[in-house]
């Protein structure tokens, strides 16, 4: 069974860090996609960052530059380090696991597997 569990987020002013983590467990295949998604009330939800195990990894335009996505496989742990953070950067994030490549990293409809999500709140 596939379990993923999201940390880190939390409340920080316009410019600041933060880096969220999500520990994961259950994946049986070596070829998977991993991504960061976030929805802000109201909104759709909209890929962040994605990365394949190939190592492949694709951002969206509004991060390009302030956000890094990594993963530690000897911790089963996804990262996403976010810097240069924003008031529009505001919303619940979430990790999540499929089976897709790039250019697709970044479309939901392509993952099979969520975490519960992690509040970023970004003030100006």
């Known amino acids: 069974q596939v379990q993923l569990v999201e940390s880190g987020g939390g409340s920080v002013q316009a410019g600041g860090s933060l880096r969220l983590s999500c520990a994961y467990s259950?994946?049986?295949?070596?070829?998977?996609?991993m991504g960061w998604f976030r929805q802000a009330p109201g909104k759709e939800r909209e890929g962040v960052a994605g990365?394949?195990?190939?190592?492949?990894?694709r951002y969206a335009d509004s991060v390009k530059g302030r956000f890094t996505i990594s993963k530690d496989n000897a911790k089963n742990t996804l990262y996403l380090q976010m810097d240069s953070l924003k008031p529009e950067d505001t919303a619940m994030y979430y990790c999540?696991?499929?089976?897709?490549?790039?250019?697709?990293?970044?479309?939901?409809?392509?993952?099979?597997?969520w975490g519960q999500g992690t509040q970023v709140t970004v003030s100006s």
């Open positions: 990365i394949h195990s190939d190592g492949s990894a």
């Open positions: 999540a696991i499929g089976n897709t490549y790039d250019p697709w990293l970044l479309l939901p409809r392509f993952y099979n597997y």
């Open positions: 259950g994946i049986t295949y070596s070829s998977y996609s």
